[in-house]
């Protein structure tokens, strides 16, 4: 693929962050402005995003491959969670919630996708998207219920069970093992609402970053410990075990290189709507999509060599 892809792509996000943040700091967009754009991404955009994304079609030959990614996949979420049973002990409890939530979800779904089909022009996307269904579960119910706690157990899996994106995930496993697919003019419409959900999580990301006074601190010690969490110790077990295994190929290839993510924008997306820390979750999405600008063509080098 190319590093230049992979820049392209962050410099795009990059360009609709800063929009947020200068308009926000000009006052064009009025301080309720994250409130509305969380409501519209986690309620709309990103459940049209989630179900285009189940809309595949994967060759016979490919499909003991999707089996062997999707295993490697949910193995990954088992490993994120036992990283968050040890890694944050020492956090703040209102910053472990938001540390916890990206070391289970990284921005797989979008820039995970694009450096996927770059690596892989074939079969890459599909792939991606085939191997992200864990991720996608684990993201609307486990990792969900991190910013959404309930009285009890009942409420707590009511609230996760019917939230938009988990219902967005139940039908598209429908569409995915049914071969069912939408008329073309639905199915382009849903295309082009999900599309927004990532320019429009990065304008609410500047919209926040717009509020934080001093940006230094972006660099702290969380920041940089779940940094190096999320891109360099998950998918270095991730790819150890392939190698263990002799898993290779796209398979290989396609595992570690979405493990190697970095946050995904929702953290700061569920921190604004759940009135959580924000500006710590702001401070993770920022930090390590910039220093994924280095540690991602290192791990495709490694993958491609």
């Not at 693929?1 to 700091?25: D, N, P, S, W, Y």
């Not at 996927?116 to 079969?123: D, I």
């Not at 190698?243 to 953290?267: D, E, H, N, Y």
């Not at 999405?285 to 791990?299: H, K």
């Amino acid at each position: 693929m190319g590093f230049e892809l992979l820049l392209k792509f962050q410099a795009v996000t990059f360009i609709a962050l800063a929009f947020g943040l200068v308009f926000r700091r000009l006052g064009l967009l009025p301080a309720k402005t994250a409130d509305v754009l969380g409501d519209l991404i986690i309620n709309l955009a990103l459940p049209c995003s989630i179900l285009t994304s189940f809309m595949v079609k994967p060759d016979s030959s490919l499909l003991r491959q999707f089996v062997i990614a999707v295993f490697i996949a949910a193995l990954t979420q088992v490993l994120a969670a036992v990283v968050n049973r040890f890694a944050y002990q020492y956090a703040e409890p209102e910053h472990q919630k938001n540390l916890k939530y990206p070391t289970y979800v990284s921005n797989s779904g979008f820039l995970g996708t694009v450096i996927a089909g770059g690596m892989y022009p074939e079969h890459g996307v599909m792939m991606a998207a085939i191997t992200t269904i864990p991720l996608r579960i684990v993201m609307w119910s486990v990792a969900l219920s991190l910013f959404t706690p309930a009285k009890n157990p009942r409420e707590a899996i009511t609230r996760v069970a019917l939230h938009p994106c988990m219902i967005a995930v139940y039908l598209g496993l429908i569409l995915l093992f049914s071969g069912y697919h939408p008329p073309d003019l639905i199915n382009e419409a849903l295309n082009s609402i999900g599309k927004t959900a990532t320019p429009l999580s990065m304008i609410l990301v500047g919209c926040l970053v717009a509020e934080i006074s001093d940006l230094r601190t972006f660099f702290d010690r969380d920041v940089l410990w779940f940094s190096l969490i999320r891109l360099v110790l998950i998918p270095g077990l991730v790819y150890a075990g392939c190698k263990l295994f002799g898993v290779a190929g796209i398979t290989r290839g396609v595992s570690v290189i979405l493990a190697a993510m970095p946050a995904a924008v929702t953290t700061a997306v569920l921190a604004s709507k759940y009135k959580s820390d924000t500006a710590f979750a702001t401070k993770i999405v920022v930090t390590s999509t910039l220093l994924s600008l280095i540690s991602l063509p290192i791990w495709e080098l490694i993958l491609l060599r």
